[in-house]
């Protein structure tokens, strides 16, 4: 019997004709759990795409002087329910769980990117956090998104700090972590699994753009 990925309840498939050709890759989450999934619904931000009251432009992204990324897009809120399961997923490697968020994945994905051609360039690892973790998130989120993927980005080894243990301020004061390994020609889209205060995401789009990339978007899986 299976069972539920979060609350290890039994999982009951109700068996229908809308439903009956998708059995063969059930959702791991039951009905209860799928439910405390937290999309982005109404208005977003113009530029990052954190829910809002209104579409406007949010406080984070006014504070930016350039607009090199031009737009970042993500699934799902930074909810309590969002902060328990992405845990899970990334810091006990749990790699079931983008089973659960494919779906998610694809339609926002295709909502907002559907007309751009563009390759998908993963936000990576270091070497030691992609020992501790077994896995990519960032590549796992890309794998399931119908488009070339490059990896044209690399860490530089000496910037260890885990970003999740550093303040607001010192995220927004650190230094450029990465190294461009390949060149591109084609419009980007970075995917990563956080967008906190973008500091990750804009240093990647810096990176790409010194070495001649013009069209820079980004794609997160929680905003």
């Known amino acids: 019997m299976n069972l539920c990925l979060n609350c290890s309840e039994p999982l009951v498939l109700d068996i229908t004709w809308s439903n009956v050709f998708q059995l063969s890759n059930p959702s791991p989450l039951c009905e209860k759990c799928t439910a405390l999934l937290s999309l982005i619904t109404g208005p977003i931000c113009e530029k990052c795409g954190r829910q809002m009251k209104e579409a406007t432009i949010c406080s984070d992204c006014a504070k930016w002087s350039e607009n090199i990324l031009r737009t970042n897009r993500a699934v799902f809120s930074y909810s309590n329910e969002m902060k328990i399961f992405i845990q899970q997923w990334k810091f006990r490697g749990d790699y079931i769980w983008i089973d659960a968020f494919e779906p998610y994945i694809k339609a926002i994905f295709t909502k907002y990117y559907h007309n751009i051609q563009a390759v998908l360039v993963p936000i990576p690892l270091t070497e030691e956090r992609l020992y501790e973790r077994a896995f990519n998130q960032a590549e796992a989120i890309a794998t399931v998104i119908d488009l070339p993927i490059e990896t044209a980005l690399q860490r530089d080894n000496q910037f260890q700090e885990k970003q999740s243990k550093k303040t607001r301020v010192e995220r927004l004061q650190s230094k450029n972590p990465f190294i461009v390994t390949k060149q591109l020609n ?29 069209e820079i978007y980004s794609f997160t899986l929680v905003r």
């Open 186 to 214: 084609k419009p980007v889209i970075l995917v990563d699994d956080i967008y906190t205060t973008g500091m990750t995401i804009h240093h990647a789009a810096n990176a790409l753009h010194t070495y001649g990339v013009k």
